[in-house]
Structure formats: C-alpha cells, structure tokens
C-alpha cells in the first residue's frame, strides 16, 4: 500500500534562511506527489505536485521541491524563508491510476522566526 | 468559483446528539472526499466519492458514522449518536478528473467539531 513520512516534526529556521521540509514515499508504479499548506484555523492549500518530468518542481508562494526517485524522496524547499511561511505542511501521495485519493503524511510544523 | 463550502464552520453538541455536517464542492468536480483531522492521527481519510457513488467507505470510524451524496453539489457527513472522541475538525475536498487532471484536492475551510 503507499505512504508517505515526514520524518520531521517541527522545523525551525530563520527568516532568509533557505528551508527544506522532508517527505519520503513508498508507491508501486510511479508517484503523483503533492504538498500542501495549513495556515491555523483553515483548510490544506495546495502548494505543487509531481507528476511526471523534470524533477525540480516549482509551486505556489516560492516554493519548490525536488523528486529523487533513487531515494524516493520529495523534499519541499525554499531559497529564502519568511516569518509567513509558518505553518503546516503535508506530504500526499497518490498511486498511479488506481485511485485518486490522496494518503497524507503526519505533517511538519514549520516556524520562522524573524 | 467560491471554492468548497462547508458548514457549520463550529459546532459544539453534548454526548449523544446526532450531529450533521455539509458540504459542497466545485461545480464540475466529480470527486468528494471526507477527511477527519486531530492532533492524535493526523489527517484520516473517512470516505470518497465518485460522481455521488461512495468508493470507499473503509475508513469510517464505527457504524455511527454514515455519510451520503444526493447530488453532485451536496453532500452530508452523519454522526449519530455522538461521542468526545468525535471532537475533531472534518474537511471536506473535492477533485476533478479527466482532462488531463491530477486530481489535487480543493479542501474547505473544515467543520470544528467539539463534543462535550
């Protein structure tokens, strides 16, 4: 069955700082990849996705994350963090043509502190 | 679009009600999802919805939990009767396929939902 880990639950860095966000899957076939925000009090926002292609992904707010297939891996990063970037973040995944549900991960909290 | 809509945004109930929530996705989406968030399990998938048929129902916690698509713009999550460890924050997403979609998920603003 897929997963997805965020072996981190807490980041911290500073604001300016670049920031990485951790996510590990396990799929069989190939993954369609998600990140998505939580600001307090709302609902998950969707960041990007990976699909298929180039492996670095750009997304919303600044955001990029880079696919490694060989570790299979998707880490969400950001070349300059700001205190606004605080919040949740979750890793989906989703299987190949099976289903179009989506299998977060245990999210991490971000903070940036100024 | 106004994006998923669900209601009511808070609801506190006693032990034993039955408590309804609702929801509506994005017109033209043919996917409907429940999720159930805490801080003990995180995100929990409850059920889906393909074009107002139920797939997969096996994450509905005990049979106090029913949860129905009467049309492809409403959709109701039942907990009857209610118990504390119902207290949660339910969101509701949709998704749309063909085309050339993906299938991210739009997610509303979430039902907060506390059980006394």
């Known amino acids: 069955a897929q997963s997805v880990a965020q072996p981190e639950d807490q980041v911290n860095v500073a604001e300016g700082n670049p920031l990485t966000v951790k996510c590990t899957y396990s799929?069989?076939?190939?993954?369609?990849l998600f990140w998505y925000v939580q600001y307090p009090n709302r609902g998950l926002q969707f960041l990007l996705k990976y699909i298929t292609g180039d492996n670095l992904v750009k997304g919303s707010y600044g955001f990029e994350a880079e696919f490694n297939k060989s570790q299979t891996s998707f880490h969400l990063k950001k070349p300059s963090a700001l205190v606004s970037d605080s919040a949740l973040y979750f890793c989906a995944v989703r299987d190949n043509g099976s289903s179009y549900k989506l299998i977060f991960g245990s999210g991490t909290r971000l903070l940036v502190r100024p | 679009d106004a994006g998923v809509i669900q209601s009511p945004r808070h609801e506190v109930t006693e032990m034993g009600q039955e408590v309804t929530l609702r929801c509506k996705p994005i017109?033209?989406?043919?996917?409907l999802f429940w999720y159930r968030q805490t801080m003990m399990r995180g995100l929990e998938l409850l059920i889906y919805?393909?074009?107002?048929?139920?797939?997969?129902d096996s994450g509905m916690p005990e049979d106090r939990f029913s949860a129905k698509m009467p049309n492809a713009s409403f959709s109701t999550l039942k907990i009857q009767p209610s118990e504390p460890r119902d207290s949660a924050v339910y969101f509701c997403a949709s998704s749309e396929t063909g085309g050339g979609s993906t299938g991210e998920l739009f997610f509303g603003e979430g039902s907060r939902l506390t059980v006394l």
């Open positions: 799929v069989s076939g190939n993954p369609y």
């Open positions: 919805f393909n074009n107002n048929v139920p797939i997969d």
């Open positions: 017109s033209g989406h043919d996917y």
